[in-house]
C-alpha cells in the first residue's frame, strides 16, 4: 500500500506565501515524477508543476517565476513554494506521485487534496 500525506494549504492574502509538502509513504522501490496540480470547482483539475526524481522541474505558464517545486528523494517528499500568489490560485491542490513498485511494476497516486485560497 502507498499513502501520500500533503499538508500546507490554507488561507492568504493577495500576494502572500504558502508552501505545500507531500511524503509518500508505504512498500514501494523508488518515487519517479512528483508533481502538483489544481482544480477549481466545476473545471479540469490542470497541472502547477512537476519535477523528475533527477531534479529537473516543469512548471505551467500561469505559475512560472511565483511557484517553486523542490524534492528530497531521501524523505521521499515533494514541495511546492508558492509566492506572489493571486486570488486565480484559488484552488484545491493535489500531489501526483509516479511510484516503482516492485517486480517492475508502476503505478501513479494522488493526494487527497489541500485546499488554498487567496483573498484580493
Known amino acids: 500500500q502507498v499513502e501520500l500525506v500533503e499538508s500546507g494549504g490554507g488561507r492568504v492574502q493577495a500576494g502572500g506565501s504558502l508552501t505545500l509538502s507531500c511524503t509518500a509513504s508505504?512498500?514501494?522501490?523508488?518515487?519517479?515524477?512528483m508533481g502538483w496540480y489544481r482544480q477549481v470547482t466545476g473545471k479540469q483539475r490542470e497541472l502547477a508543476a512537476t519535477i523528475t526524481s533527477g531534479g529537473t522541474p516543469t512548471y505551467a505558464d500561469v505559475v512560472k517565476g511565483r511557484f517553486t517545486i523542490s524534492r528530497d528523494n531521501a524523505k521521499n517528499t515533494v514541495n511546492l513554494q508558492m509566492n506572489s500568489l493571486k486570488p486565480e490560485d484559488t484552488a484545491v491542490y493535489y500531489c501526483n506521485v509516479l511510484i516503482q513498485l516492485q517486480f517492475g511494476r508502476s503505478a501513479n497516486y494522488w493526494g487527497q487534496g489541500t485546499q488554498v485560497t487567496v483573498s484580493s
Open positions: 508505504g512498500r514501494f522501490v523508488s518515487t519517479s515524477v
